[in-house]
């Protein structure tokens, strides 16, 4: 069963197959499950082997506290926190598809909500990602000032 983002995009996709030529989308097609997965475990990679390379260069003596210094420990912390960002972005659309999949898998695509939350689960994403980024908004501020990159 091929999952799409909404109703403009399913009515898009059906009516390539009837006439052989995509109806263009406002904001086009959405990601599927597999890129989001795709997406998400990267960053998660990227954050652990990082976090591997870095201990493994600091333990051999590579890298001393003199090497690095205030700009090249900020320089990691800021690209481990963006790693960090990328990856709370990409497994809310990455949760949410996979439960819509799930409980059609197991029967229950028939129910109101379910069928509600596939019809809309691009405006819940972006609802998520907004209290996300309004969260983020409000904590770094504070943050900074505590020194979370010190």
Known sequence: ???LCNNAAREAHTHSRKTGYEKPLIGGRCMSLKAWALVCASAFAVIIV???IGNM???SG???DDD???KGQNMVQIAFFLLFC???FTIVPFVIKLFILMQIKIGHGEFFVIKWLQAHQQKVIYVLWSMLVIGFSLA?????KDGIFK
């Not at 770094?140 to 900074?144: E, F, Q």
């Open 57 to 59: 260069l600091e333990s």
């Open 50 to 52: 990082g976090a591997i």
């Open 62 to 64: 590579t890298l001393t």
């Open 86 to 88: 990328l990856l709370c």
């Open 140 to 144: 770094l501020p504070s943050a900074i």
């Open 68 to 70: 690095v210094r205030y």
């Open 1 to 3: 069963m091929d999952l």
